[in-house]
């Protein structure tokens, strides 16, 4: 392999696959959410590896994003979160996706064009109503329930096939406002119930929700954050056994000894203490390293965290989890990071050109376009190329059987 990459690890998916099955209440599925890409590991891959070993759902936000499951060969549940468009609504019913109802306004124009692709032979549009509760976000205020419950009925071509609402304070363990928020979608199903309309599923726990509320799995629990590695907070570490399936790596591609005293990048704020060995690696801020989200503080423990975690940065030192590592050693990056290509202090490391470096990158603001390896066993299964030019999810896949 040269340059950049990133490799995936399709067991550690499945392993983490497997440990929620195993907290799941009886009568409950794991609904998988690969949205955003399966948050940058590749929503195709993901999702095929989960299918093969067992799981029947998956949410996606965008009609664009289950369109491009089905085009994989994904045969489960895939059901759209977001809200979505009439001129989206035929490519959606067509392929059987599961639309997510939030407004009113949909229903007659929905219930017709269920109406004309069932003369045509295809299935009738199924929806999941979205329920609001304290998100503030979409979905269907109690104020709503009664003329939804009217619309509903009259619209023979549409099925009811869930119900659901998004809890807000989950991961921060906010258990009054969850409880609020839960006894809330409770309310409104029984009112919608004593309305006439009785949804066959419900599902309310994300991955925080599903950790500390086992009661509320209900149906079906959406999965995102689990499945790929990650807690949903702090607290959660240890709750359950994760594997890290993400692993972005580049390689040396120049080598070179300077005398103490040598600076080394932009603004030269990076100075040798000694003499040493610095290493060029292609990897920079287009690939995302380096590149981190807007956090706003949770408190004044978590804004010192921050500006100290920023200083540290300033220097070079890289503090928490997340570290440069060549031949299982963490290394210091000397100076800024740069576009495409950064500087390592290595002291008096051996190593060669070509040598592997393991780096930090944010799965949701990796390149696309950085070259993605699969791997499921001892078996490379594909690599994965964004075209230049094409919508980032549409990919050129390539099969590989290499060991």
């Not at 078996?379 to 964004?386: A, D």
Request: net charge neutral; charged share 20%; aromatic share 8%.
């Amino acid at each position: 392999m040269t340059g950049t990459w990133i490799e995936v690890n399709l067991d550690a998916v499945v392993a983490n696959y497997r440990e929620i099955t195993k907290q799941l209440q009886p009568g409950a599925k794991c609904m998988a959410v690969v949205k955003a890409d399966a948050y940058g590991l590749g929503a195709a891959e993901v999702a095929q590896a989960l299918e093969q070993a067992g799981c029947e759902a998956f949410a996606v936000t965008k009609v664009e994003e289950g369109l491009i499951l089905r085009e994989q060969g994904i045969k489960g549940i895939i059901l759209i979160l977001g809200p979505t468009t009439k001129e989206e609504w035929y490519q959606a019913v067509k392929a059987d996706l599961h639309l997510t109802l939030s407004e009113i306004s949909w229903i007659n124009d929905l219930n017709e064009v269920s109406r004309q692709l069932e003369t045509e032979g295809f299935p009738q549009v199924k929806v999941h109503l979205k329920l609001e509760t304290g998100m503030g976000r979409t979905g269907f205020w109690p104020s709503e329930l009664e003329p939804l419950a009217r619309a509903l009925l009259a619209a023979s071509h549409i099925q009811v096939a869930g119900a659901y609402t998004h809890f807000a304070r989950a991961a921060q363990r906010d258990k009054r406002y969850t409880l609020e928020q839960y006894n809330r979608f409770q309310d409104s199903l029984a009112r919608l119930k004593g309305l006439g309309i009785d949804p066959l599923w419900q599902h309310v726990c994300n991955s925080a929700a599903f950790l500390d509320y086992p009661e509320w799995h209900h149906n079906f629990v959406r999965i995102g954050t689990l499945l790929v590695g990650h807690y949903p907070g702090a607290g959660f570490a240890g709750s359950i056994k994760l594997q890290d399936p993400w692993t972005a790596k580049s390689q040396i591609v120049q080598l070179r000894r300077v005398p103490k005293g040598t600076y080394v990048g932009y603004q030269s704020i990076y100075r040798t203490k000694a003499e040493t060995q610095l290493a060029v690696i292609p990897v920079g801020y287009a690939d995302g390293f380096g590149v981190a989200p807007h956090f706003v503080p949770q408190g004044i423990i978590d804004f010192f965290k921050i500006i100290i975690k920023n200083l540290a940065a300033l220097f070079g030192i890289t503090l928490g989890q997340e570290r440069v590592v060549l031949k299982g050693q963490s290394v210091r990056i000397a100076g800024k990071i740069g576009m495409q290509l950064t500087v390592l202090d290595i002291g008096n490391l051996k190593c060669a050109l070509g040598d592997e470096v393991e780096f930090p990158l944010r799965r949701t603001l990796a390149n696309p376009r950085t070259l993605r390896i699969y791997r499921q066993g001892e078996q490379i299964l594909s690599k994965r190329v964004i075209k230049e030019g094409v919508l980032p999810l549409y990919t050129e896949y390539s099969s590989m059987t290499e060991t």
